[in-house]
Structures are given as structure tokens and as C-alpha cells.
């Protein structure tokens, strides 16, 4: 069973920067294109970023590109979000999500097949 465990939420100022970090356990890591969604309370969850299994190919939600970067080390199973120049509307539950695949990653939630249990990021005005 794939159990995936985020970590490096916080609260942050805005202008301020994060890292989240996601480990994937129980399978092999590199078959898994790996995507970062967030949910503001009382919105939608929404795409964030996502990464290809090799880690070549990269997409990043409009408001995000720019400001964060995905990155993925195989080795050590574990997919990263770097972002920076944190803004209140960054604020939200982060989730990473793995997408068992030969294809490509995907910015569509309901296509990935495991997730994290969120890590919270709050960042203040």
C-alpha cells in the first residue's frame, strides 16, 4: 500500500518562502508522476503543481508559476515544493499526490491514486 507523508508546513510571512516535502512509501517511487494540490478553507481543492516521473517535465498552476518549483530526487522517494514570495492567498492545506503511470503527470486531481494527509500553510499579511 502507497502511504505518502508531507512535511514543512507552517506559518510564513507573506513575502516569506516554504519548502514541503512529500515521501512516498510502499511502492516504487519512480513509477509514479507526483502532482501538489491545495485547498483554502471553504474553496475547491486546486492544482498547484506536477512532475513527470523522471522529474523532466514540470506545470505549474498560473498563480504559482513563477514563484515555486517542483522538484523530485528518486532516490529518496521524495518529491519537494519550493515556493517563494508567499502571498495570505497562498494559505491553505497542501497535498501531494502520486499518479500511477506510463504517461505523463496530470493537473486533474481525480486522476491521481494516493494521497497525503495535507500539511498546513499559513501564511500572514
Known amino acids: 500500500q502507497v502511504q505518502l507523508v508531507e512535511s514543512g508546513g507552517g506559518l510564513v510571512r507573506a513575502g516569506g518562502s516554504v519548502r514541503l516535502s512529500c515521501a512516498l512509501s510502499g511502492r516504487t517511487f519512480s513509477m509514479y508522476a507526483m502532482g501538489w494540490f491545495r485547498q483554502a478553507a471553504g474553496e475547491e481543492r486546486e492544482f498547484v503543481a506536477a512532475?513527470?516521473?523522471?522529474?523532466?517535465?514540470?506545470d505549474y498552476a498560473d498563480s504559482m508559476r513563477g514563484r515555486s518549483t517542483i522538484s523530485r530526487d528518486n532516490a529518496k522517494a521524495t518529491v519537494y515544493l519550493q515556493m517563494n514570495s508567499l502571498k495570505p492567498e497562498d494559505t491553505g492545506v497542501y497535498y501531494c499526490a502520486a499518479k500511477m503511470t506510463w504517461g505523463d503527470y496530470s493537473v486533474q486531481g481525480s486522476e491521481y491514486d494516493y494521497w497525503g494527509q495535507g500539511t498546513q500553510v499559513t501564511v500572514s499579511s
Open positions: 512532475i513527470s516521473r523522471s522529474g523532466g517535465r514540470t
